[in-house]
């Protein structure tokens, strides 16, 4: 089967082509099918999908803004309480940690020696 489509000579299909023939051209059917009706229910639901999008752009435009009341914030009374000799500690170590932040401090970094020097090595 494989045999009777395989053709070696590969110029042959060239020979059989109509060069200077026009194609034939098939009669149109003069029986066109019929156009299809479409249903009311489309014309019914894009109408109404038109309304609503109507309805909703008009109540977007019209639209009042609405004003939030911001409602006054009262301090809320807190106890004074004694502290407790090691919650004295704590807030004590808090605050020297807090003076002792590097990153606050200003001194400027000590002299760097740029220069390798190999001969002068000390041991």
């Known amino acids: ?6 053709n070696p000579n590969q110029t042959q ?3 059989e082509q109509p060069i ?14 019929p ?8 014309f019914i639901i894009s109408g109404a ?7 909703l752009t008009y109540a977007a435009i019209n639209r009042k803004p609405v004003v939030e009341e ?3 914030v009262t301090p809320t009374p807190t ?4 502290l407790s000799p090691i919650e004295q500690k704590l807030n004590t170590a808090v605050d020297l940690l807090k003076q002792a932040n590097p990153e606050t401090e200003k001194y400027p970094f000590p002299p760097i020696d740029m220069e390798l020097r190999i001969d002068e090595t000390k041991f």
């Open 1 to 6: 089967m494989i045999e009777e489509n395989y």
């Open 13 to 15: 299909f060239a020979g």
């Open 20 to 33: 200077f023939e026009t194609p034939p051209i098939e009669p149109l059917d003069p029986i066109a099918p």
């Open 35 to 42: 156009k299809k009706k479409i249903p009311p229910l489309y």
């Open 49 to 55: 999908l038109i309304i609503l999008i109507a309805v």
């Open 70 to 72: 911001v409602p006054e």
């Open 79 to 82: 106890i004074a309480s004694e």
